[in-house]
């Protein structure tokens, strides 16, 4: 089992940028994927990107693909989220999530999300 802090969320303006992190207990921290997820007010929640368990394989939302960057380091347990070119509608709290490598469900681990507000 792995539990997950988010933390760098906060107000900025339309333009700027944001670093999310995400921080995992436990020493098994390179044998999950780990995920970014959003969800903005009044909707569902939403996948923003997805990162394997070295680093070396990422995936993105339409949505977010070319201003979002999603890292790991595995000596700090922590995944990152580095959001550049920030815009009005990317306000909601963000979730990172995590589930073992290989598992084709969906993810069972969460945290307890970062709001992120941007402002025009």
């Known amino acids: 089992q792995v539990q997950l802090v988010e933390s760098g969320g906060g107000l900025v303006q339309a333009g700027g940028s944001l670093r999310l992190s995400c921080a995992a207990s436990g020493r098994t921290f390179s044998s999950y994927r780990m995920g970014w997820f959003r969800q903005a007010p009044g909707k569902e929640r939403v996948f923003a990107a997805t990162i394997n368990w070295s680093g070396l394989s990422t995936s993105y939302a339409d949505s977010v693909k070319g201003r979002f960057t999603v890292s790991r380091d595995n000596a700090k347990n922590t995944v990152y989220l580095q959001m550049n070119s920030l815009k009005p509608e990317d306000t909601a709290v963000y979730y990172c999530?995590?589930?073992?490598?290989?598992?084709?469900?969906?993810?069972?681990?969460w945290g307890q999300g970062t709001q992120v507000t941007v402002s025009s």
């Open positions: 999530a995590a589930k073992i490598s290989g598992y084709a469900g969906s993810y069972p681990y």
